[in-house]
């Protein structure tokens, strides 16, 4: 069974850096594609990155681009999202979603197989 779990998630200053992982399990994941993705409340879910199977290929948010960076590591099962300069709007409970196939649009959703729980992300003074 396909398993994602986020972590790293919590309170920080704006300007303030986090590191959230994605672990997975229950599948081979040289194979798969990851997104990350988040979602304020009272706002539709958002692509935020997205790095290919072999890590080759990245994509960023333009909302994100320059301060986030997306890395993984196969052997190890875990993709990471390095989160710098973050600001209030960056507020969100943040997911990481597995896709088999290479996404056409990165950034849409439904493109994606299976999805992790979600770590909260909240940036305030």
């Known amino acids: 069974q396909a398993q994602l779990v986020e972590s790293g998630g919590g309170l920080v200053q704006p300007g303030g850096s986090l590191r959230l992982s994605c672990a997975t399990s229950?599948?081979?994941?040289?194979?798969?594609?990851i997104g990350w993705f988040r979602q304020a409340p009272g706002r539709e879910r958002e692509g935020v990155s997205y790095?290919?199977?072999?890590?080759?290929?990245?994509y960023y948010a333009d909302s994100v681009k320059g301060r986030f960076a997306i890395s993984r590591d196969n052997a190890r099962n875990t993709v990471w999202l390095q989160l710098n300069s973050l600001k209030p709007e960056d507020t969100a409970v943040y997911y990481c979603a597995g896709a088999f196939s290479s996404p056409s649009t990165w950034y849409v959703g439904y493109e994606y197989d299976f999805w992790g729980q979600g770590t909260q992300v909240t940036v305030s003074s």
């Open positions: 790095i290919s199977n072999s890590g080759s290929k990245t």
């Open positions: 229950g599948f081979t994941l040289d194979y798969y594609a």
